[in-house]
């Protein structure tokens, strides 16, 4: 059996009064290619946030490599954040900005070698062009994958990605499954995944979370994207989900 | 007019200009790109209180002001990382109670209004030997502290998660940061004065800010923005015999809008 990398039982968050996330259990196994799908609300980025250490649960356990969060060494996970989150009046260059994920630091300079494992890292991911440009001048495909080539250079054993795919046009997103499933062969990542987009989830992933702040259903996207599954976790919306691409796949 | 500027207090003036003047441009690039202006003029007029109160007890203002304006800092940080209280709010609250405990110090004793005055306006009359020692100890202290704490705030102010993911103690580091700003403050303040002391904080990095490609960047222009226009500043203020800390910030103004315009022309 693969060794565990994420596991999660009972795990309950709340703000304040406001339950986020209801007594979720969860269990990623290395080489696992999760992706959390649910309703805006559903509790997918404070999931997220929680295995990384960033909010803190109410009550349940987390553990990550075997460890609290807290205790894992950076350099193990990478994440890539959503971009509307990131502050763009920052004055700083692309360069830079991959380099913070070697170093773990915002570096006043950098020196050659970090410099030349930038380089590098900057060509895999084909944003060689970009390198000298500033963090401002981006668009927002394009910061999402120097997000990616920044989770890269540290090639992470457990890799967490929040919606993506959000702002990125159809071809640079299968730029982006390309590199995904690139530096998952490479490093032996396990990915976890926030995404909205359902294809995706059900022709990438090796397993989909269906989340409305408790688990509405766990396990290979080919068994959990179900018409009730779906209706349970985005309520009755009082039509059928479009589900072409399933049945595409089974033509 | 040589022999002015050959004058004691000249020299005292030059140094404190210099001294003041790197501290307030390098932890300034924080306070810029974080958002955080209103904090220092906040913590000018908390510092107002301390002076006040130092006036009163007859005990230097300088000692008296530091532990009340790091106090203050330490509990808006708090409550930034822990209240749902707005920080601006708080910051107002605190501003006007400090304001209102140094306006009543000060009519408890008339005796040192005048005084109290010197240091709202700032003079450089009131910078002594002790005083250039310790903004001196105070800079070296920075220059150790910017050598490992740098990149930290550096990657904090970037994205406050980031850095935390990368197992860096930002909240730690925050309440570092207010407190070098505090202490920042309240040795700046009989230079430059309470009124004008936060413009000190903002104005060179702003400028830097407008031409710098990068944060490092940013930070060397706002120590030569901050250490040309605080020399020029007080030559001037001693050549036509005019308030010093007004004449800096005026002079740090104007090459904020010549370098806007220059942008502008340049784009």
């Known amino acids: 059996m693969k060794d565990p990398i994420v596991e999660i039982s009972e795990l309950s968050v709340f703000f304040g009064k406001y339950c986020v996330l209801n007594k979720v259990d969860l269990f990623v196994r290395s080489l696992d290619f999760l992706t959390i799908v649910g309703p805006n609300g559903g509790g997918k980025t404070t999931l997220i946030k929680t295995i990384l250490g960033l909010v803190e649960p109410e009550s349940g356990s987390v553990r990550v490599f075997g ?15 959503q971009i509307k989150t990131i502050d763009r009046s920052f004055p700083g260059k692309v360069y830079e900005l991959v380099a913070t994920g070697w170093s773990g630091r915002w570096k006043f300079a950098l020196n050659d070698v970090l410099r030349q494992r930038v380089k590098e890292v900057l060509s895999t991911c084909g944003l060689e062009h970009l390198e000298d440009r500033q963090i401002n001048k981006l668009s927002g495909g394009e910061l999402q994958r120097v997000f990616l080539a920044r989770s890269f250079i540290r090639k992470p054993k457990l890799l967490l990605l929040d919606e993506p795919a959000t702002g990125i046009d159809t071809i640079a ?37 269906l989340l409305n702040k408790s688990v509405v259903a766990l ?16 309520g009755h919306l009082g039509h059928e989900h479009n589900m072409d691409f399933i049945l595409r796949k089974d033509d | 007019m040589t022999e002015l500027l050959l004058h004691s207090f000249a020299q005292n003036a030059f140094i404190a200009g210099l001294i003041v003047s790197l501290l307030c441009s390098s932890y300034g690039v924080f306070v810029v790109q974080r958002r955080m202006s209103f904090l220092g003029d906040g913590l000018a007029h908390v510092a107002f209180g301390g002076v006040a109160l130092g006036l009163l007890l007859q005990f230097e203002p300088f000692w008296v002001s530091i532990p009340f304006t790091i106090i203050v800092a330490i509990a808006l940080t708090y409550l930034k990382e822990n209240s749902s209280l707005e920080v601006d709010t708080a910051i107002g609250i605190f501003f006007a109670v400090s304001v209102a405990l140094g306006i009543l110090f000060i009519s408890i004793n008339k005796r040192y209004v005048s005084d109290a005055f010197s240091y709202l306006f700032g003079s450089i009359l009131l910078v002594s030997k002790n005083d250039l020692l310790y903004s001196l100890v105070f800079l070296l202290i920075t220059l150790v502290i910017f050598l490992f704490w740098w990149e930290r705030w550096t990657y904090s102010t970037f994205d406050y998660e980031l850095a935390k993911v990368d197992k860096i103690n930002v909240e730690f580091d925050n309440y570092l940061l207010s407190v070098l700003i505090a202490i920042t403050i309240v040795i700046s303040i009989k230079l430059v004065g309470i009124l004008l002391v936060a413009s000190y904080l903002v104005v060179p990095a702003a400028t830097a800010k407008l031409i710098s490609k990068t944060f490092s960047q940013m930070t060397i222009f706002s120590l030569i923005f901050g250490v040309i226009s605080s020399e020029v500043g007080i030559f001037l203020s001693i050549i036509f015999d005019l308030p010093t800390g007004a004449f800096i910030v005026l002079f740090q103004a104007s090459f904020f809008c010549l370098i806007l315009i220059l942008k502008y022309l340049f784009k």
């Open chain 1, 219 to 234: 396990g290979k996207p080919q068994d959990v994207f179900t018409e009730e599954n779906l209706q349970k976790t985005f």
């Open chain 1, 173 to 209: 997103e299968t730029d982006f499954s390309f590199l995904l499933e690139k530096l998952q062969k490479e490093n032996q990542t396990t990915i976890i995944m926030v995404t909205h987009d359902w294809e995706y989830a059900y022709y990438h992933s090796t397993s989909v979370l």
């Open chain 1, 67 to 81: 460890k609290k969060p807290c205790s894992v060494a950076y350099k193990n996970i990478g994440y890539v954040p």
